[in-house]
């Protein structure tokens, strides 16, 4: 059954289905309502919670970061002044200090009595840089907080978070009354709680519980609420939903027939007839070796030609290429050109790669290890020099069938790269799970990396990250010249962007990479020149010296 009439079958069904279903079924439907919007209100409360705790942690791990590379770090009466101008420059810092190994104050900025006391855990050799425990002291249901950074002296910069940053409380009226939440660190430790309601000793079926996780620290927050609490949103609906239940049904059938039949079959037979006419054609992304200024590949992008020459950008019709299915038949398309446009190219740099976007529905069946084989086993584009690239942003279904899938490829000698790195659904679970060779950092960090502290960290996070796992970096969106600069430090030696090229046809693309290469082995001839006349010159002083 095509897409459109298996649409507009289950619009009908569902019709049919709001139609017949007597009244208690509306009650059950609008309670299922108001317990899923409750969920979503109080997932929303614990990510306000982390989201406040990941930034006063960030930040306050930077500003400690800050402080050591200024070598501000002991307790000289040099440093102190130091310390008291960064507490009143920063709000959320409460106080600012120095701990032994052993955990116990050494100084504390403002002054007070040490007392001995022990507010770290001791360090030890393999312990981590970063360092949050929770003291006391606390403020309207929030513990003040305790960050250290390890200056590897046997000694640790400390700064306590004032809890008035954390305490607060978030979400609708009608939940707040009832709900219960709590933020904890690491092994169940609580640095915050607001609200009365306890869920211990109640049946599980008549509470509602969420939990959110921090994907950057040992943090979650738990928020618990009564399932009644939500069925206040209800009320009024249920009587008008009673009255209302045949006259919806007859709209939804209504709307359902002339949005899911006819403008849908309309849309979908032009993109079929754009697919058989061969109107989607890639376009080209230089990737760009930023230390010797040569090509190291490209991107393959793909863009709508219409008939009229307009170029459509794939954010205007990719979504509804994935949902409909058609994106198989495209990307086996964009696959078979680009072996025919940029092939004869490959072929006379067998380092360039050829990087191939590829969408979570391509991992649920091996239909793309056997189009791969199809279009370049008898390429000039060798298997080695194919990267295909899976994203961040949309979850994987099967996480096992997706692993095999890449480890196949992986064995015919194509590279598995992971897009948008940090800003979707896998995270670490993608890099420990998948085996991906290479991660690419995505444009919303490169765009702030020479004016944020936050970025830049994370920045070098996932290089030094890479480092370890052995695998390659590639920086995306590069627009500046600081940003070149700013990424080579961090020791990031490839990138994209429109710095070097926007994307561009294969003609335009192979004249930049042969442009780009010709400059190359120009400024090598240069060099060799240059570098052979300073041997004949220090051979001819040589010379000299001897007669």
Request: proline residues 4%; hydrophobic residues 45%; glycine residues 6%.
């Amino acid at each position: 059954m095509s897409f459109r009439y298996f649409g507009f079958a289950k619009t009908v069904l569902i019709a049919l289905v709001l139609a017949t279903t007597p009244l208690f079924a509306i009650n059950i439907i609008l309670n299922q309502y108001a317990e899923s919007r409750a969920v979503s209100e109080m997932e929303a409360m614990g990510q306000v919670s982390i989201r406040r705790a990941e930034e006063a942690i960030t930040t306050t791990v930077s500003f400690l970061q800050r402080l050591d590379r200024d070598d501000v770090e002991t307790c000289d009466a040099a440093d102190r002044i130091i310390y008291e101008q960064q507490i009143i420059d920063h709000g959320m810092i409460d106080a600012i200090g120095l701990v032994d190994a052993a955990g116990q104050r050494m100084c504390i900025i403002p002054d007070r009595e040490l007392a001995a006391e022990v507010v770290l855990p001791p360090l030890r050799p393999d312990g981590p840089l970063v360092g949050i425990g929770m003291l006391e002291r606390s403020y309207l249901g929030a513990r003040a907080a305790v960050v250290s950074w390890d200056l590897k002296n046997e000694t640790r910069l400390f700064a306590e978070i004032t809890p008035a940053v954390i305490a607060m409380d978030p979400g609708p009226e009608y939940l707040r009354s009832y709900r219960r939440t709590e933020l904890r660190l690491g092994d169940n430790l609580l640095w915050y709680q607001v609200g009365g309601y306890n869920s211990e000793g109640n049946d599980p079926s008549e509470m509602l519980s969420v939990e959110v996780a921090s994907e950057l620290y040992p943090l979650i927050a738990i928020v618990n609420a009564p399932a009644s609490a939500a069925l206040q949103v209800v009320q009024q609906l249920k009587v008008i939903a009673a009255a209302a239940c045949a006259a919806i049904a007859v709209l939804f059938v209504a709307i359902g027939i002339w949005y899911s039949w006819r403008p849908e079959s309309e849309a979908n037979d032009e993109f079929v007839a754009a697919i058989r006419n061969g109107e989607f054609i890639p376009y080209y992304q230089p990737v760009m070796d930023i230390e010797t200024k040569r090509v190291r590949g490209c991107e393959v992008l793909m863009r709508w030609r219409r008939p009229n020459g307009m170029i459509v950008s794939p954010g205007q019709f990719m979504a509804y290429a994935e949902a409909n299915g058609h994106i198989f038949d495209m990307t086996r398309h964009m696959m078979r050109v680009a072996s025919d446009e940029v092939g004869a190219l490959y072929g006379e740099h067998p380092d360039f790669k050829l990087s191939i976007n590829l969408f979570a529905g391509h991992f649920l069946d091996r239909e793309i290890v056997a189009d791969i084989k199809n279009t370049f086993e008898n390429s000039e584009i060798s298997y080695q020099q194919i990267v295909v690239e899976v994203t961040e942003r949309y979850p994987l279904e099967d996480m096992e069938l997706a692993r095999k899938i890449m480890a196949e490829l992986q064995a015919l000698g194509v590279r598995i790269a992971l897009d948008d790195v940090g800003t979707g659904h896998g995270g670490m679970a993608y890099l420990q799970k998948l085996g991906v060779d290479i991660i690419k950092i995505d444009k919303m960090f490169i765009d702030s990396i020479s004016s944020d502290d936050n970025s830049t960290t994370i920045v070098d996070s996932m290089v030094e990250l890479a480092d370890n796992l052995g695998m390659g970096i590639i920086a995306e969106g590069v627009e500046e010249e600081e940003q070149i600069d700013r990424l080579m430090e961090l020791g990031v030696t490839a990138a994209q962007g429109y710095y070097f090229a926007r994307p561009m046809p294969a003609k335009e693309f192979i004249e930049f990479a042969e442009r780009v290469e010709d400059e190359a082995r120009e400024r090598a001839r240069i060099a060799a020149e240059a570098a052979a006349a300073e041997q004949a010159a220090a051979e001819a002083s040589m010379e000299d010296e001897a007669a």
